[in-house]
C-alpha cells in the first residue's frame, strides 16, 4: 500500500514548476449517476506519477470501497499524447512517462451511493465529496487546487470553498482542504444569514414536510454558542447541507460546513425536529473537536490506511455531550428534552453487554473493525454514547473536585489553545491538561474509566448535579428472557441474546424463531407474550433453529415493563442547584 506521507515540507520532490491542480467534473448523463472526471497535474520531472482515490472518507472510520466506480481511466501528457499506465492496487494508478510533462488523467464515477455521503448523482443534484471523486498525488498533495463543474443549467452550487471565477467553479488552498469541502449541486433551497460578522448557509435538497423558517431561527441562535466554549471561531463562513432523503441518513462533519441527511418525513415532530437540531449541533461542534484539534494518528490524515487512535471517544463522543450543553445553553430544548435524551443513553449502555468487556480505548482504536449487530452489543462498546457517558463522569468529576470551579469544557477550550493542527495531542496529553486545569492527578479515573471498561454509579454521579435516575412509579414488574425479538409471520425471531442473560444461558442464539413459551404460542410481541409468565419461573421455549423444531429450559428474570428515567431531584440542595447551574448552563427545574 502506498501511503500518503506528504504534509508540510514538499522541497525535496522533484518538481519544474508550482502550479495549481486543475479539477473538472462533467454531469451530462445525471440519471445513470454518472459523472466524468479529468485532473491536470503540472509538470514534473519523475518516471512515472501515482494516482490514488482515497480508501476512506474523514468522519468515517472505516475502509470503504470509494474506487469501485471508477472506469474509463486513461492518461495523456502535455501534447495530448497517450501515456502507458498500470493499477498498483485497487485504488492506485501509475502513470508512466519518459520526460518531464504534464499529466492529464481522464476516467469515469459511477455515483449511486448516498447513503457513504461520499457520491452521489441523480437527476435532480449531485453530492460531491472529494473522497468519492477527485483522485489525488502526494506529489501535489499541497499544491492549490480549482475545480469546475459542468452541471445542468438549472442547478445552483454550494459548497464551503470559496468561488472561483463562475457559480460552479470552486478554489481550495490544497487537497486536504478540497477533500474536506463538499458540494452541493442540484435543485436545492438556499438561505444566507449572518452572525456575529460571519456569513452561513443552509442549503437544503430533497422535499419534504421540514419548516426553513425554524431551521434558521434555531440554527442562528446555535452558532453563537460556540463562545461557550472556544475562545474563537475558526471560519468566517459555513455552510449547513440538509438532504431531505427517503432512506439515507446521519451527518459528517466537514472543514467548515456539514452534511445532513434525515428522511423526508422526519422533521416536523418535535422529537424528529430535535433529532435533526441535535445532529447540526454535533456537526457544529467538529468544527472546534475534530477539524481543528484531533487526535495522533489521524494528523495528517492518511486516505488510503487506517488511521489509528485510542481517542475517538473523545473525538466523537465529547461531540456528542457538548451538544446537549450548546442546545439547552441556547434555549433550543428544554430541561425535559435533556433528561429524555440522557435517559436513552444511560439505559442503552446498561442494556449493552459489550461495556463489561471493552473500554472506550480499546473501541475507539478498533473503530475500523468493530461489528454491529448481537455479537458486538454483546462484546463491544460504541465510540459515540461511551464517549458521551465518559465526558459527562468526568464533567461532573471535575465540578465535583473543584467546587464548580472547573469543568470538561475547559479542557476543550485547552485542546483548542494547545492543539491546533497541525499539532495532535494524545492520552497523556489530555492528562496533563487536566491536571493544569483542575490542579489534580486524574490519572487513575483514566485508568478506571477510558482503559478499563466503564462502570459508572449513575445514582451517585447525577446526585450530585440534582437528578436521578428512577423507575416511573407507574412501572409494574415483568417476567424477561433478557432478548430482543421481532414478529417473523407467527413467530418471534431473536434479533439480539444479551450475554449471560436468561435466554444466552439456556442456549438461544439471535436467529433462533420463538414458536411458544412454557405451551404458550407467542403473541405478537415478545412483551405480550411474556405478560402471561412470572419472574423467576422456569419454562420451556420450543424454537426453531436450521428449519427444525427445538426445545430448552430457561429460568425467566425479573424486570419491569418500563425503563429508568432521569428526573430532576423535586428539593435539590443549594449546592446541587449550583452544580447544575454550572454544568449544563441553565437553572434546575426546581431552583427555589
Known sequence: MIKNTAWLALTALPFLSFAEVEYRLKIDQPEHHLGNVSISFPKLAQSHIDIQLPDWRTGRYEILNLANGVRLFSATNSLGVELDWNKVDKNTWRVHFDKPTEVKVNYQVYANELGLRARHIDDSHAFIDASGFFMFSDSFRQEPINVELEVPKAWRSVSGMKFGDNEHSFVAQNY?????????????????????????????????????????????????????????????????????????????????????????????????????????????????????????????????????????????????????????????????????????????????????????AETSFDK?????????????????????????????????????????????????????????????????????????????????????????????????????????????????????????????????????????????????????????????????????LKPEKKVRVDFIRRHKIHSTYITLEKDYNMPKEVKAIKNPSKLQRRMYQSWMGVPHPYNM
Open 368 to 532: 475500523w473493525i468493530n461489528q454491529g449487530g448481537d455479537h458486538g452489543r454483546n462484546y463491544s462498546t460504541n465510540i459515540y454514547s461511551e464517549g458521551a457517558l465518559i465526558s459527562m463522569a468526568l464533567d461532573i468529576t471535575l465540578l465535583k473536585d473543584s467546587d464548580g470551579a472547573v469543568n470538561y469544557k475547559d479542557v476543550h477550550r485547552e485542546l483548542y489553545k494547545q492543539f491546533k493542527l497541525p499539532k495532535s495531542f494524545t492520552s497523556q496529553d489530555v492528562k496533563n491538561i487536566l491536571k493544569q486545569v483542575s490542579g489534580k492527578d486524574y490519572s487513575h479515573w483514566w485508568t478506571t474509566h477510558v482503559d478499563s471498561p466503564l462502570d459508572i454509579d449513575f445514582d451517585e454521579l447525577l446526585s450530585l448535579v440534582g437528578l436521578q435516575h428512577v423507575l416511573p412509579t407507574s412501572a409494574e414488574i415483568t417476567a424477561s428472557i433478557n432478548a430482543q425479538a421481532s414478529i417473523s409471520g407467527e413467530l418471534l425471531l431473536l434479533t439480539h441474546v444479551a450475554r449471560n442473560g436468561a435466554a444466552w444461558n439456556g442456549g438461544l442464539t439471535a436467529g433462533d424463531k420463538i414458536v411458544a413459551i412454557d405451551g404458550h404460542h407467542v403473541r405478537n410481541s415478545l412483551a405480550q407474550t411474556l405478560k402471561l
Open 176 to 360: 486536504d482542504v478540497l477533500l474536506d469541502s463538499p458540494i452541493e449541486t442540484g435543485i436545492n433551497d438556499l438561505s444566507k444569514f449572518e452572525v456575529d460578522g460571519r456569513q452561513y448557509e443552509l442549503v437544503v435538497w430533497g422535499e419534504g414536510n421540514y419548516d426553513i423558517a425554524l431551521m434558521l431561527r434555531d440554527l442562528k441562535k446555535l452558532v453563537k454558542t460556540g463562545s461557550l466554549i472556544w475562545d474563537d471561531y475558526p471560519y468566517e463562513r459555513y455552510v449547513f447541507m440538509v438532504h431531505a432523503t427517503s432512506g439515507a441518513r446521519g451527518a459528517t462533519e466537514h472543514l467548515n460546513s456539514t452534511i445532513i441527511q434525515r428522511h423526508r418525513d422526519k422533521f416536523s415532530k418535535r422529537k424528529d425536529y430535535i433529532g435533526f437540531i441535535s445532529t447540526a449541533a454535533h456537526e457544529f461542534i467538529h468544527t472546534w473537536n475534530v477539524k481543528n484539534y484531533r487526535p495522533s494518528g489521524l494528523v495528517p490524515y492518511d486516505y488510503v490506511d487506517i488511521n489509528y487512535s485510542d481517542l475517538l471517544w473523545l473525538a466523537e463522543g465529547s461531540t456528542s455531550y457538548l451538544e446537549d450543553y450548546l442546545l439547552l445553553s441556547a434555549g433550543i430544548t428544554t430541561n425535559q428534552e435533556y433528561f429524555k435524551s440522557l435517559t436513552r443513553s444511560i439505559n442503552r449502555h446498561l442494556a449493552t453487554p459489550g461495556r463489561e468487556v471493552q473500554s472506550a
